[in-house]
Protein backbone atom coordinates (compact mmCIF):
# COMPACT_ATOMS: atom_id res chain seq x y z
CA UNK A 1 0.00 0.00 0.00
CA UNK A 2 1.21 3.23 -1.03
CA UNK A 3 -0.01 4.96 2.45
CA UNK A 4 0.03 1.98 5.12
CA UNK A 5 -2.08 3.04 7.81
CA UNK A 6 -5.55 2.77 6.56
CA UNK A 7 -7.05 5.63 8.54
CA UNK A 8 -5.02 8.29 6.71
CA UNK A 9 -5.01 6.52 3.80
CA UNK A 10 -9.02 7.24 3.76
CA UNK A 11 -7.97 10.65 5.09
CA UNK A 12 -5.87 11.50 2.37
CA UNK A 13 -8.33 10.17 -0.31
CA UNK A 14 -11.01 12.00 0.94
CA UNK A 15 -9.23 14.89 0.61
CA UNK A 16 -7.94 14.25 -2.85
CA UNK A 17 -11.66 13.99 -4.11
CA UNK A 18 -12.67 17.01 -2.56
CA UNK A 19 -10.00 19.14 -3.66
CA UNK A 20 -11.48 22.42 -5.06
CA UNK A 21 -8.96 22.84 -7.82
CA UNK A 22 -5.99 20.95 -9.85
CA UNK A 23 -3.60 23.33 -8.25
CA UNK A 24 -4.93 21.53 -4.92
CA UNK A 25 -4.61 18.44 -6.13
CA UNK A 26 -1.02 18.96 -7.09
CA UNK A 27 -0.30 20.09 -3.67
CA UNK A 28 -1.99 17.56 -2.14
CA UNK A 29 0.45 15.01 -4.50
CA UNK A 30 3.54 16.57 -3.55
CA UNK A 31 2.75 16.06 0.35
CA UNK A 32 2.58 12.73 -0.35
CA UNK A 33 5.80 12.44 -2.94
CA UNK A 34 7.52 13.94 0.32
CA UNK A 35 6.15 11.77 2.91
CA UNK A 36 5.51 8.23 0.98
CA UNK A 37 8.61 8.46 -2.11
CA UNK A 38 7.28 7.72 -5.76
CA UNK A 39 3.41 7.04 -6.97
CA UNK A 40 2.73 4.12 -8.20
CA UNK A 41 1.14 4.01 -11.46
CA UNK A 42 -2.13 2.93 -10.18
CA UNK A 43 -2.38 5.99 -8.23
CA UNK A 44 -1.22 8.28 -10.75
CA UNK A 45 -4.03 7.04 -13.00
CA UNK A 46 -6.80 7.56 -10.19
CA UNK A 47 -5.38 11.23 -9.57
CA UNK A 48 -5.56 12.24 -13.36
CA UNK A 49 -9.60 11.14 -12.61
CA UNK A 50 -9.47 13.10 -9.77
CA UNK A 51 -8.13 16.09 -11.83
CA UNK A 52 -10.40 15.42 -14.59
CA UNK A 53 -13.66 15.54 -11.79
CA UNK A 54 -11.93 18.58 -10.36
CA UNK A 55 -11.90 20.59 -13.67
CA UNK A 56 -15.52 19.26 -15.03
CA UNK A 57 -16.95 20.32 -11.34
CA UNK A 58 -15.35 23.81 -12.38
CA UNK A 59 -16.93 24.12 -15.77
CA UNK A 60 -20.21 23.30 -14.26
CA UNK A 61 -20.64 19.86 -15.91
CA UNK A 62 -22.79 18.04 -14.44
CA UNK A 63 -23.35 14.80 -17.24
CA UNK A 64 -20.63 13.13 -19.02
CA UNK A 65 -21.74 11.07 -22.53
CA UNK A 66 -20.79 9.55 -25.75
CA UNK A 67 -22.88 9.77 -28.81
CA UNK A 68 -22.11 7.78 -31.40
CA UNK A 69 -20.63 9.68 -34.45
CA UNK A 70 -20.59 7.30 -37.34
CA UNK A 71 -20.82 3.71 -38.20
CA UNK A 72 -16.52 2.89 -37.54
CA UNK A 73 -17.23 3.24 -33.78
CA UNK A 74 -16.27 6.97 -33.21
CA UNK A 75 -17.61 8.87 -30.93
CA UNK A 76 -18.22 12.53 -29.59
CA UNK A 77 -17.78 13.29 -26.30
CA UNK A 78 -20.96 15.17 -24.70
CA UNK A 79 -20.06 17.33 -21.57
CA UNK A 80 -23.22 18.84 -20.44
CA UNK A 81 -22.79 22.37 -18.49
CA UNK A 82 -26.26 23.99 -17.73
CA UNK A 83 -25.24 27.07 -16.35
CA UNK A 84 -22.45 28.04 -19.40
CA UNK A 85 -23.51 30.80 -21.02
CA UNK A 86 -21.77 32.61 -24.31
CA UNK A 87 -20.20 35.38 -22.24
CA UNK A 88 -18.83 32.39 -20.05
CA UNK A 89 -16.95 31.42 -23.37
CA UNK A 90 -16.22 34.83 -24.75
CA UNK A 91 -14.44 35.68 -20.78
CA UNK A 92 -12.26 32.36 -21.04
CA UNK A 93 -11.41 32.71 -24.48
CA UNK A 94 -9.68 36.28 -23.51
CA UNK A 95 -7.00 34.51 -21.57
CA UNK A 96 -6.76 31.97 -23.92
CA UNK A 97 -3.66 32.11 -26.82
CA UNK A 98 -4.99 33.51 -30.03
CA UNK A 99 -8.50 34.07 -28.17
CA UNK A 100 -9.51 31.10 -28.89
CA UNK A 101 -10.91 27.48 -27.05
CA UNK A 102 -8.62 24.61 -27.43
CA UNK A 103 -8.54 22.77 -30.79
CA UNK A 104 -10.92 19.63 -30.38
CA UNK A 105 -13.55 20.92 -28.07
CA UNK A 106 -16.31 22.89 -28.90
CA UNK A 107 -19.17 24.39 -27.11
CA UNK A 108 -22.62 24.51 -28.18
CA UNK A 109 -25.52 26.91 -27.20
CA UNK A 110 -29.55 26.04 -27.72
CA UNK A 111 -31.03 28.82 -29.62
CA UNK A 112 -32.80 30.31 -26.51
CA UNK A 113 -29.20 31.62 -24.85
CA UNK A 114 -27.96 32.96 -27.87
CA UNK A 115 -27.98 36.82 -29.37
CA UNK A 116 -29.04 35.94 -32.78
CA UNK A 117 -31.87 33.30 -31.68
CA UNK A 118 -30.34 30.55 -33.46
CA UNK A 119 -28.25 27.24 -32.19
CA UNK A 120 -24.82 27.94 -32.14
CA UNK A 121 -21.33 26.14 -31.78
CA UNK A 122 -18.15 27.72 -31.04
CA UNK A 123 -15.67 25.89 -32.54
CA UNK A 124 -12.27 25.12 -31.38
CA UNK A 125 -9.02 26.63 -32.73
CA UNK A 126 -11.11 29.36 -33.90
CA UNK A 127 -10.71 32.99 -32.68
CA UNK A 128 -13.59 33.95 -31.12
CA UNK A 129 -15.86 37.03 -31.90
CA UNK A 130 -16.40 38.14 -28.35
CA UNK A 131 -18.37 41.15 -29.52
CA UNK A 132 -20.79 38.78 -31.82
CA UNK A 133 -20.90 36.27 -28.88
CA UNK A 134 -21.70 38.25 -26.10
CA UNK A 135 -22.17 42.04 -26.99
CA UNK A 136 -23.06 43.38 -23.74
CA UNK A 137 -20.43 42.04 -21.40
CA UNK A 138 -17.32 43.49 -20.48
CA UNK A 139 -14.29 42.04 -18.27
CA UNK A 140 -14.62 45.58 -16.68
CA UNK A 141 -18.26 45.25 -15.32
CA UNK A 142 -18.83 44.57 -11.82
CA UNK A 143 -20.85 41.20 -12.90
CA UNK A 144 -20.36 38.29 -10.84
CA UNK A 145 -19.27 35.27 -13.16
CA UNK A 146 -21.41 33.04 -10.89
CA UNK A 147 -24.29 35.78 -11.17
CA UNK A 148 -27.44 34.18 -13.05
CA UNK A 149 -30.73 36.00 -14.94
CA UNK A 150 -34.34 35.13 -14.58
CA UNK A 151 -33.68 33.30 -17.68
CA UNK A 152 -31.01 31.22 -16.26
CA UNK A 153 -33.09 30.39 -13.31
CA UNK A 154 -35.82 28.99 -15.38
CA UNK A 155 -33.73 26.94 -17.51
CA UNK A 156 -31.92 25.97 -14.15
CA UNK A 157 -35.68 24.46 -12.92
CA UNK A 158 -36.30 22.49 -16.45
CA UNK A 159 -32.63 20.58 -15.66
CA UNK A 160 -33.63 16.90 -15.79
CA UNK A 161 -31.88 15.32 -12.57
CA UNK A 162 -28.58 14.02 -13.10
CA UNK A 163 -29.76 11.08 -11.09
CA UNK A 164 -32.36 10.07 -12.55
CA UNK A 165 -30.27 9.65 -16.04
CA UNK A 166 -28.94 6.56 -16.70
CA UNK A 167 -27.25 6.96 -20.20
CA UNK A 168 -26.21 10.42 -22.71
CA UNK A 169 -29.80 9.09 -24.89
CA UNK A 170 -32.01 9.85 -21.59
CA UNK A 171 -32.28 13.84 -22.10
CA UNK A 172 -32.12 15.73 -25.24
CA UNK A 173 -28.38 16.78 -25.31
CA UNK A 174 -29.27 19.80 -28.05
CA UNK A 175 -31.44 21.38 -25.44
CA UNK A 176 -29.02 22.49 -23.30
CA UNK A 177 -25.44 24.58 -23.30
CA UNK A 178 -22.39 21.72 -23.31
CA UNK A 179 -19.11 21.34 -24.58
CA UNK A 180 -18.49 18.23 -27.25
CA UNK A 181 -15.58 16.77 -28.03
CA UNK A 182 -15.25 15.37 -31.51
CA UNK A 183 -13.90 11.75 -32.29
CA UNK A 184 -13.42 11.44 -28.82
CA UNK A 185 -12.85 7.21 -29.52
CA UNK A 186 -14.53 4.85 -27.61
CA UNK A 187 -15.92 5.40 -24.47
CA UNK A 188 -13.64 1.93 -23.16
CA UNK A 189 -10.57 4.07 -24.36
CA UNK A 190 -7.60 4.59 -21.49
CA UNK A 191 -6.64 7.58 -23.80
CA UNK A 192 -9.63 9.22 -23.40
CA UNK A 193 -9.28 10.42 -19.53
CA UNK A 194 -5.72 11.93 -20.73
CA UNK A 195 -7.48 13.51 -23.90
CA UNK A 196 -10.58 15.08 -21.68
CA UNK A 197 -7.99 16.27 -19.51
CA UNK A 198 -6.02 18.14 -22.06
CA UNK A 199 -8.65 19.81 -23.28
CA UNK A 200 -10.38 20.99 -20.50
CA UNK A 201 -7.67 21.69 -17.76
CA UNK A 202 -6.77 25.58 -19.74
CA UNK A 203 -10.43 26.23 -19.49
CA UNK A 204 -10.87 25.20 -15.67
CA UNK A 205 -7.70 27.20 -14.48
CA UNK A 206 -9.03 30.13 -16.21
CA UNK A 207 -12.53 30.07 -14.34
CA UNK A 208 -10.53 28.93 -11.14
CA UNK A 209 -8.78 32.22 -11.53
CA UNK A 210 -11.32 34.69 -12.33
CA UNK A 211 -13.73 32.87 -9.23
CA UNK A 212 -10.77 33.12 -6.84
CA UNK A 213 -10.47 36.82 -8.13
CA UNK A 214 -13.98 37.59 -7.40
CA UNK A 215 -13.95 35.92 -3.94
CA UNK A 216 -10.87 38.07 -2.58
CA UNK A 217 -12.52 41.01 -4.08
CA UNK A 218 -15.51 40.41 -2.25
CA UNK A 219 -13.48 39.49 1.14
CA UNK A 220 -11.86 43.29 0.26
CA UNK A 221 -14.79 44.90 -0.53
CA UNK A 222 -16.44 43.04 2.93
CA UNK A 223 -13.44 44.25 5.24
CA UNK A 224 -13.76 47.21 3.59
CA UNK A 225 -17.47 48.28 5.10
CA UNK A 226 -16.17 46.34 8.38
CA UNK A 227 -13.67 49.38 8.44
CA UNK A 228 -16.02 51.98 7.32
CA UNK A 229 -19.02 50.60 9.67
CA UNK A 230 -16.34 50.60 12.27
CA UNK A 231 -14.95 54.10 11.75
CA UNK A 232 -18.84 55.82 11.47
CA UNK A 233 -19.40 54.03 15.30
CA UNK A 234 -16.21 55.53 16.55
CA UNK A 235 -17.32 58.93 14.97
CA UNK A 236 -20.53 58.63 16.66
CA UNK A 237 -18.85 57.66 20.09
CA UNK A 238 -16.73 60.36 19.93
CA UNK A 239 -19.23 63.31 19.15
CA UNK A 240 -21.55 62.34 21.83
CA UNK A 241 -18.15 62.44 23.99
CA UNK A 242 -18.13 65.97 22.96
CA UNK A 243 -20.91 66.90 23.34
CA UNK A 244 -21.22 65.00 27.20
CA UNK A 245 -18.29 67.22 27.79
CA UNK A 246 -19.80 70.61 26.82
CA UNK A 247 -22.45 69.76 28.84
CA UNK A 248 -20.39 70.12 31.49
CA UNK A 249 -18.81 72.92 30.69
CA UNK A 250 -21.98 74.82 31.20
Known amino acids: ?5 DITRRSEETKARLAESTASLVNITNTWKDSYGPLPAIVQRKLKTMHLHACTRRLGIDLVGAVKADDEGTYDCILRSPGLRPRHIARIAHKLPRFALPKGIDACFPSRFTVSG ?3 EVIGGRKINSEALAPDDSEEEEDDWDAMDQEDVE ?4 IASVMKVKTIDDIDVEHYPRFRIRNCGSPDDKKTVDLLLKLLLPLAKVVYEKQENEADQAKAAADLRERQELMKKRKAANEALEVSRM ?3 Y
Open 1 to 5: KFVPD
Open 118 to 120: DDE
Open 155 to 158: AMQE
Open 247 to 249: GLN
